[in-house]
């Protein structure tokens, strides 16, 4: 029900925007977010919006770097990341969730993407 899209390589420094699109199920009903996952660890949370577009969440490593936003279109959300640093490479999941706060914890989201792959070199 979810598709991400976006990932690709970059160079430190550089700029990727994720997007997630979602058929089947409303964005206006859930809180959304994005996971990734790199290289030889556990998935761990990068951001979050909730339901209304008015909170929002990050991790300690990508605060101030990374932007979480919905689109104008609906049912799509974007990760906007700027200033990569080779630690963000990773595969990177779209999530989604019922109700109006985000956990940071994998195991409370309902909802998944496939994955796409994002490669920061230095």
């Known amino acids: 029900q979810l598709q991400a899209s976006g990932g690709g390589l970059a160079q430190a420094g550089g700029s990727l925007r994720l997007s997630c699109a979602a058929s089947?199920?409303?964005?206006?009903?859930?809180?959304v977010g994005w996971f990734r996952q790199a290289p030889g660890k556990e998935s761990s949370f990068v951001a979050a919006?909730?339901?209304?577009?008015?909170?929002?969440g990050y991790a300690d490593s990508v605060r101030g770097r990374f932007t979480i936003s919905r689109g104008a279109a609906k049912n799509t959300m974007y990760l906007q990341m700027n200033n990569l640093k080779p630690e963000d490479t990773g595969v990177y999941y779209c999530?989604?969730?019922?109700?109006?706060?985000?956990?940071?914890?994998?195991?409370?989201?309902?909802?998944w993407g496939q994955g796409t792959l994002v490669t920061v070199s230095s």
């Open positions: 919006i909730n339901r209304s577009g008015g909170g929002t």
């Open positions: 999530a989604a969730r019922l109700g109006g706060l985000y956990t940071t914890q994998s195991g409370g989201w309902r909802y």
């Open positions: 089947e199920l409303a964005f206006s009903s859930v809180t």
